[in-house]
């Protein structure tokens, strides 16, 4: 084996059609872009989802519903992962830095600490907000809700 008998492996490449390369080839011409129009000119790119002039799908579509720009996204964290949390990791109070930590919150989320589960260890607890049934949980068993 030399150079001069190296090809590349079956499958490997793709036999490409040589555009403008004279009527010969049969895609000389107008190089395979038809003839006069948007299309054919050099430049050319279509919106995404342009329809060919047809009304687009996105804008047929009705549109409903509202988005409120001031909505304030919370992480939920229920009261049996902090007492999972206590319980395993020895732990008594509660804050951002610890819920990071942990990987259950981004640094950037706001947490609200949610009702689900029991809690039996006193935990102090802070967090951008607390449900009620959270709130009273948390006090029930001697610890404290902090909001920040």
């Given amino acids: 084996m030399d150079l001069s008998n190296l090809k590349p492996a079956n499958g490997s490449t793709k036999k490409g059609k040589r555009i403008g390369r004279g009527t010969g080839s049969g895609h000389g011409g107008t190089s395979t872009r038809g003839h006069k129009g948007a299309g054919s000119r050099s430049g050319n790119s279509r919106k995404i989802g342009f329809e060919g002039g047809?009304?687009?799908?996105q804008r047929r579509l009705p549109k409903f519903g509202f988005k409120?720009?001031?909505?304030v996204e919370y992480a939920g964290i229920n009261l049996d992962t902090l007492q999972r949390l206590a319980e395993t990791h020895g732990l008594?109070?509660?804050?951002?830095?610890?819920?990071?930590?942990?990987?259950?919150?981004?640094?950037n989320d706001r947490v609200k600490i949610l009702g689900r589960g029991e809690l039996k260890s006193k935990v102090n607890v802070k967090a951008h907000a607390f449900s009620a049934s959270a709130q009273s949980a948390i006090e029930k068993v001697g610890g404290t809700a902090t909001t920040l």
């Fill in 54 to 57: 047809q009304m687009p799908l």
């Fill in 68 to 71: 409120n720009i001031n909505r």
């Fill in 92 to 107: 008594a109070s509660f804050d951002q830095s610890v819920f990071v930590e942990r990987g259950l919150v981004s640094k």
